[in-house]
């Protein structure tokens, strides 16, 4: 019996893959074909098939075409023992991937981005370690910044955690109460105790003046990732109808 070859046709209608793939693995010697002709036509043999259908494999694995290259040179066990290495890698990908669907599916359902989880176990610091770095870069060198800085100092780094996570609690507690009452004039009288109760929050931590509020205010319109943060409270007027709100306690301590 003849030994069967396979124009690149065949190997395409057997395996699925393009031309331009299995050209460039002839190019870059990844598989070669079992015999060109005279007039440029390539044949592969039953061999070449089957190491074709391990570099697919391979491929659809992960593995990079320069590793897929090294790991056709090696042997069986040898090859075995990189794929249960690999399994481990891709068990730690998988476990990651869900982690980050989970994220995503909170931050869509209206999570705001402060509370996710994303970068753990990444080099990348957390959403909340990256407001405080910025915080410290812009404010660090004012006196209320320091008074902040200092009191939370006092603290360990558990009772910090759960300090902060309160404090987001609370806050967010006052922003459902304010969205409750948005059809309200700002000056109304809930309205203005729903904002005492908001800077009480704040002086969990600092003594807020009426130059601090006014900026907090302030980062709160500017800063455009508070949007989806606010979002979640209220319609799209919400954080001009806070903004006026503060505004108005602001002017009445200031008088």
Known sequence: MKTPYFTVKDIIQITGITKRALHYYDKTDLLKP???EDNGYRYYDQVALGNLQMILLFKEMNFSLKDIAAMMQLS???QKAILREHRSTLVQRKQKLETIIGQLDEYVDGTDISHLNLFDNSPILSIQEQYESE?????????KYQEFE??????????QQ????QFSVNMEK???ELAKHQEQSPASGEVQAL??????CLEQFMVCDAEILRCIAEVYTTDRRYAGYFGQFGDEEFLS?????????VEGEEK
Request: a neutral charge; aromatic letters at 18%.
């Open 135 to 143: 915080a410290k870069f812009v404010y660090g060198d004012t006196e």
């Open 162 to 165: 759960k300090a902060y996570q």
């Open 150 to 159: 200092a009191n939370v100092n006092r603290l360990s780094m558990e009772e």
């Open 174 to 176: 006052v922003f459902r």
């Open 76 to 78: 069986k066990d040898e």
């Open 241 to 249: 109808f806070l903004y006026e709100a503060i505004m108005v306690y």
């Open 34 to 36: 079992s015999k060109v």
């Open 195 to 200: 904002v005492r109760e908001w800077k009480s």
